[in-house]
Structures are given as structure tokens and as C-alpha cells.
């Protein structure tokens, strides 16, 4: 879609803002397969499409809605894009998707603000005929959810334990065992736990060996939450970490699961007089900021989700129900959200380190301006 490449340039310079999360468990089939979960009767070409987004406090949400907003149009459709407000209240998002279903959307795509509160409003748009596409976040407890669309955050999670073992390897300065700390995302959020439990299949056998020693023992997923995904969480959380646990010994690494966290948490190290630059740090999202932090040495790695490529999958998901043809899927097995299993397009992504930087982002010009300025 030529207007979604164009808008994902142009969204491109928005600034870094915090994260809210990205986007349920398992992992897929190769993303390059496809199937079907049934084709529907279609509808009207020039139908009404709605997006509920959970709000502009991430700069990939806004991406997002832009993108959504001219490719929809692009595709033929009324495009209805809204946001629940930054204040975090998952009833305005309610009150946003009950609208869309009494004006007659005859798709929903939901970003949920908190997926495990929306039971009410899919079952009023199961009993009016509408489909509900999960975006980026699973849908959780109801069978009203008739596809999910995301990159595929398992693998996500593993990316970022490898790459925070590759980043001790290289950055530490020493041999194991290495001294490191868990983060998780928002409780609320059912991508934190995939996140989580794809980087502790790696991580786990080498803190059970030996390997990594999480020093504040804190290694359940309750434990390491960070509620809202906010900045000022993790930092907090960071500072009486490294207060209790580190004001002698050398913490080495933190499993960041997104880039707004890592940037606090880099933040609080420095604060406690800490070496960054033998400090690993993961992330995810590509933030602006993040990816400036990256080429300077600081945070070590990051995860590159181009938000154009999944709303472009979406609105060609879109295209098929309108068709009444089969949409495709390629994991009808892994995503089950407490009621059903959910059938699930899944997009890869990538791992971002200094070193492929230019590579990854060569599709961006933004980023991969920040990349050459720092070569």
C-alpha cells in the first residue's frame, strides 16, 4: 500500500514518548504461510472500519492510527480511528467500541487498553454481526475475538534473552557468572507474560546453572511487573534494586522487555554511579530515543516491529471479510485466550543491535539517518 510506506516515513520523526506495551502465548509457524479460519458472508465496499487504539503515549500507537487512517481510505473504506484517553480508564475505550458497533462498523480492529475488560462490548458485537480483530494484543476470556494480528512476541521474548547474553559476553568484561535483574510489562497487558516467558526459555537454564545470578532473587513475573509500563515505575523499582542488592557488587544486565523501560533503567544506573558501558540493557520498539542510546553505546539492543508491515496485514485481513473470502491466518493452534484459540497472523521480528543497525533500519530513513550521523 503505497499511502501506508508513505505515512510510515512521514511518521516516522515523531518523537519517543512512552510506552504503553505492544503486544496470549506460544509461538508460530513460519510467518510466510498461510491459511484460512472460514470466509464470511462480506459486506459493502465503502463500509464503515473501526479502530480502537489505546492511546498516543507511544509513538508507535500513532503511527499506527495515521497509517490506519489513509490506508483504510486508500482501500475504499470509512475509516473511525479513536484513542482512549492517556488517563488509562478502559471504560472510555468501551464507550468508544460500543459507538462503532451502533454506527454500524462492520469490523472492529482493537488495540485494548486492557484486554481482559472487553467481554461486554464483543459479545454486543458478536449479536450484531461484527468481527473483531485483536491488534497487536490478544483479547483475553471471550469467544468474540475472530482473528489476532501481531508480530510474533514469543519469539520477541527470546530475542531478548539472547541478546542480553550476547551483551554480557561482550560488555561485562569478565567471564561468568553475571549479576543481572528482570523487568515484565504491564500486568494488564497479556503480551507482558509472552514477552516474559519467550525470554526466560532462554534464560532460565543459565540462571539454574549457574550462568546468571539474579541477585534480589526476584524472578517471578508478579515480581518484575511494571505496572502501566510507565518510566517512572521501572525507574523506581530499579533505584531500590540496586539500592538493596548493589552497592558493592556490579550489576552486569537487566532484561528490559520494551525501550521506554530500558531508558529509565539506564537512567537509574547511571544516577547510582554505576559503568554503562559495561552494562547490557534489552529493549523493543525502535524508539527514537532508543535507537540514539543504541548508537552511542548505551543500550544494547532494541527490537524492530515496522508498524507499517502489520497494518498493512490488517487491512488486507480487512479486505477479505469484506470479500467474504478465507483470511489468512498462520497459527490457528498457539494463541488461546482463556476461552478459545484464537487464530493469529504473526509477522517476525528482528533484533537490533549496533552492529546491524543500518541494516535493519534501511527501510527508515529516519532511523537510519540517526544510524549513519553516529558511524
Same mark, same amino acid.
Given at each position: 500500500?503505497?499511502?501506508?510506506?508513505?505515512?510510515?516515513?512521514?511518521?516516522?520523526?515523531?518523537?519517543?514518548?512512552?510506552?504503553?506495551?505492544?503486544?496470549?502465548?506460544?509461538?508460530?509457524?513460519?510467518?510466510?504461510?498461510?491459511?484460512?479460519?472460514?470466509?464470511?458472508?462480506?459486506?459493502?465496499?465503502?463500509?464503515?472500519?473501526?479502530?480502537?487504539?489505546?492511546?498516543?503515549?507511544?509513538?508507535? #500507537?500513532?503511527?499506527?492510527?495515521?497509517?490506519?487512517?489513509?490506508?483504510?481510505?486508500?482501500?475504499?473504506?470509512?475509516?473511525?480511528?479513536?484513542?482512549?484517553?492517556?488517563?488509562?480508564?478502559?471504560?472510555?475505550?468501551?464507550?468508544?467500541?460500543?459507538?462503532?458497533?451502533?454506527?454500524?462498523?462492520?469490523?472492529?480492529?482493537?488495540?485494548?487498553?486492557?484486554?481482559?475488560?472487553?467481554?461486554?462490548?464483543?459479545?454486543?458485537?458478536?449479536?450484531?454481526?461484527?468481527?473483531?480483530?485483536?491488534?497487536?494484543?490478544?483479547?483475553?476470556?471471550?469467544?468474540?475475538?475472530?482473528?489476532?494480528?501481531?508480530?510474533?512476541?514469543?519469539?520477541?521474548?527470546?530475542?531478548?534473552?539472547?541478546?542480553?547474553?550476547?551483551?554480557?559476553?561482550?560488555?561485562?568484561?569478565?567471564?561468568?557468572? #553475571?549479576?543481572?535483574?528482570?523487568?515484565?510489562?504491564?500486568?494488564?497487558?497479556?503480551?507482558?507474560?509472552?514477552?516474559?516467558?519467550?525470554?526466560?526459555?532462554?534464560?532460565?537454564?543459565?540462571?539454574?546453572?549457574?550462568?546468571?545470578?539474579?541477585?534480589?532473587?526476584?524472578?517471578?513475573?508478579?515480581?518484575?511487573?511494571?505496572?502501566? #509500563?510507565?518510566?517512572?515505575?521501572?525507574?523506581?523499582?530499579?533505584?531500590?534494586?540496586?539500592?538493596?542488592?548493589? +552497592?558493592?557488587?556490579?550489576?552486569?544486565?537487566?532484561?528490559?522487555?520494551?525501550? +521506554?523501560?530500558?531508558?529509565?533503567?539506564?537512567?537509574?544506573?547511571?544516577?547510582?554511579?554505576?559503568?554503562?558501558?559495561?552494562?547490557?540493557?534489552?529493549?523493543?520498539?525502535?524508539?527514537?530515543?532508543?535507537?540514539?542510546?543504541?548508537?552511542?553505546?548505551?543500550?544494547?539492543?532494541?527490537?524492530?516491529?515496522?508498524?507499517?508491515?502489520?497494518?498493512?496485514? +490488517?487491512?488486507?485481513?480487512?479486505?477479505?471479510?469484506?470479500?467474504?473470502?478465507?483470511?489468512?491466518?498462520?497459527?490457528?493452534?498457539?494463541?488461546?485466550?482463556?476461552?478459545?484459540?484464537?487464530?493469529?497472523?504473526?509477522?517476525?521480528?528482528?533484533?537490533?543491535?549496533?552492529?546491524?543497525?543500518?541494516?535493519?533500519?534501511?527501510?527508515?530513513?529516519?532511523?537510519?539517518?540517526?544510524?549513519?550521523?553516529?558511524?
Amino acid at each position: 500500500m503505497k499511502k501506508i510506506a508513505l505515512a510510515a516515513a512521514a511518521l516516522a520523526t515523531v518523537t519517543a514518548l512512552a510506552l504503553t506495551g505492544c503486544s496470549g502465548s506460544g509461538r508460530t509457524a513460519d510467518p510466510s504461510a498461510s491459511g484460512d479460519a472460514g470466509a464470511s458472508a462480506g459486506f459493502a465496499a465503502d463500509s464503515t472500519i473501526g479502530v480502537a487504539l489505546p492511546d498516543k503515549t507511544s509513538e508507535n #500507537w500513532v503511527l499506527a492510527g495515521k497509517l490506519f487512517e489513509d490506508g483504510l481510505k486508500e482501500a475504499g473504506f470509512k475509516g473511525d480511528v479513536q484513542y482512549a484517553p492517556a488517563s488509562n480508564t478502559v471504560a472510555e475505550q468501551q464507550n468508544q467500541i460500543s459507538a462503532m458497533i451502533t454506527n454500524g462498523a462492520k469490523v472492529i480492529v482493537i488495540g485494548a487498553k486492557d484486554g481482559k475488560q472487553l467481554g461486554t462490548q464483543l459479545q454486543q458485537a458478536a449479536d450484531a454481526g461484527v468481527k473483531i480483530i485483536a491488534y497487536d494484543r490478544l483479547i483475553e476470556n471471550t469467544p468474540n475475538v475472530d482473528y489476532y494480528v501481531a508480530f510474533d512476541n514469543f519469539k520477541v521474548g527470546e530475542l531478548q534473552g539472547q541478546a542480553l547474553l550476547d551483551g554480557l559476553a561482550k560488555r561485562s568484561g569478565h567471564a561468568a557468572p #553475571w549479576n543481572v535483574e528482570l523487568f515484565s510489562g504491564s500486568p494488564d497487558d497479556a503480551n507482558s507474560a509472552v514477552f516474559f516467558d519467550g525470554a526466560m526459555k532462554v534464560l532460565q537454564p543459565k540462571i539454574d546453572d549457574g550462568t546468571l545470578k539474579v541477585v534480589s532473587g526476584q524472578t517471578a513475573i508478579a515480581q518484575t511487573a511494571t505496572q502501566g #509500563w510507565k518510566a517512572e515505575n521501572a525507574q523506581s523499582r530499579m533505584d531500590s534494586l540496586l539500592a538493596a542488592n548493589y +552497592t558493592s557488587a556490579t550489576i552486569d544486565g537487566v532484561l528490559s522487555p520494551n525501550d +521506554t523501560l530500558a531508558r529509565a533503567i539506564i537512567t537509574s544506573v547511571k544516577q547510582a554511579g554505576k559503568d554503562i558501558s559495561t552494562f547490557t540493557v534489552t529493549g523493543q520498539d525502535s524508539e527514537v530515543e532508543s535507537v540514539k542510546s543504541i548508537m552511542a553505546g548505551e543500550q544494547y539492543s532494541t527490537i524492530n516491529k515496522d508498524t507499517s508491515l502489520l497494518v498493512e496485514q +490488517t487491512i488486507k485481513m480487512i479486505g477479505q471479510l469484506q470479500k467474504g473470502e478465507d483470511v489468512d491466518v498462520n497459527d490457528t493452534e498457539q494463541y488461546n485466550n482463556g476461552v478459545k484459540v484464537v487464530p493469529a497472523y504473526l509477522l517476525k521480528p528482528v533484533i537490533v543491535t549496533k552492529e546491524n543497525a543500518a541494516e535493519a533500519y534501511a527501510n527508515n530513513p529516519t532511523l537510519l539517518d540517526i544510524v549513519k550521523a553516529a558511524q
